[in-house]
């Protein structure tokens, strides 16, 4: 299978190994779930004036009074998007970075149009300034045009200060070969966008991405708004301009605002005025670790069932004075249950990101420590942590 090649030439950090993949290696033919966008069919849709002043005066739902505009071809508001005749053609050509990320599009839109203004596409800009953001509409979606040469880059989401770890990437992380080449952390302020006209007491519900409502809990109790969870916060957005709701907000961006010709209710939502999400950079190789700046390296790893066998672990760290950042555990599918004892247990992943450079000599002592009673271990990556104040 096409994603085994790719699999089976990936390389692991720690074996210390690495190799770079030809071109030749390239799979021009692959399936893959991308948004495509059709040249002839570019069209940008936007809400009338007419229709907000008609919302302002109360008149009639506007649903479906949306009109479509033809924009030029290479209109910013347009991100050119993965295509068919793309998949043979080689994406590095010396031009701009291609970096990928997830955007969920809903069934009954259009694929042509692609979804923009999300948070993630905002990270992918700032991780590579001047990259061509393309939207794929899953997070395996992102990894998959990684591993096939359709993208240089992927930018996705893995924590959020206030709603937590993206689980599914952690286990994208491990079921792909990937390697994590830096982070990014993005500021996110939430506002709460409606129809030209909408007040904010004539809201029932509000539609957004479960982590974007999550990170909007008290304000969103506050104005006893009924939550409805998509898959996107632009993609809300996108949704309420185009169904012209007048009950319905979306939380997003004050970016998608623009796009989508909504206004702005309520500005700064976010439970916390420190909403912070983390995203991570992967590419198919893994940069030199250096040890130039500071330095942040990711592993993943399984321990036998046993009293203190994580105190165990994690005193590799402790006894090398490593800082260690973040800790997840997830479960480990292929044998989610263990039987020892007449008892049966659960088997967890953990997932580790602690303060040093691979090229540390005490980082790789720590690991071969690890490694003496790990049953599993693998090296994410080893990549320069985000020092920017937000
Ligand atoms: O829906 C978006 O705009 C996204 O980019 C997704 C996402 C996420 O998956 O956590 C990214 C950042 C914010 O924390 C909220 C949502």
Known sequence: MAVHTVRSLATHLHTGTSRNISPSHRNPNAAIRLSYRSPKLRRFISVSSSLREGNEHGKENSVRALEVKNIPEESPLLPKALSSNQLAEPVSNGSRVRVAYQINLFVYVPLKYGVRGAYSESAAEKAYPNCEAVPCEEFDTAFEAVERWLVDRAVLPIENSLGGSI???????????????????????????????????????????????????????????????????????????????????????????????????????????DNVTRFLMLAREPIIPGTNKLFKTSIVFSLEEGPGVLFKALAVFALRQINLTKMESRPLRKTPMRASGGLKYFDYLFYVDFEASMADEVAQNALRHLEEFATFLRVLGSYPVDTTML
Do not use: F, M, W
Not at 197 to 212: I, M, N
């Open 167 to 273: 689980h599914r990437n952690y286990d994208l992380l491990l079921r792909h070969n990937l390697h994590i080449v830096g982070e990014v952390k993005l500021a996110v302020r939430h506002c709460l966008l409606a129809n030209h006209g909408v007040k904010l007491d004539g809201l029932r519900r509000v539609l957004s991405h479960p982590q974007a409502l999550a990170q909007c809990e008290n304000t969103l109790t506050r104005l006893g708004l009924v939550r409805e969870a998509v898959d996107d916060t632009a993609g809300a957005a996108k949704l309420i301009a185009l169904e012209g709701l007048s009950d319905a907000a979306a939380v997003a961006s004050a970016k998608a605002a623009k796009i989508y010709g909504l206004s702005v209710v309520a500005e700064d939502i976010q439970d916390d005025s």
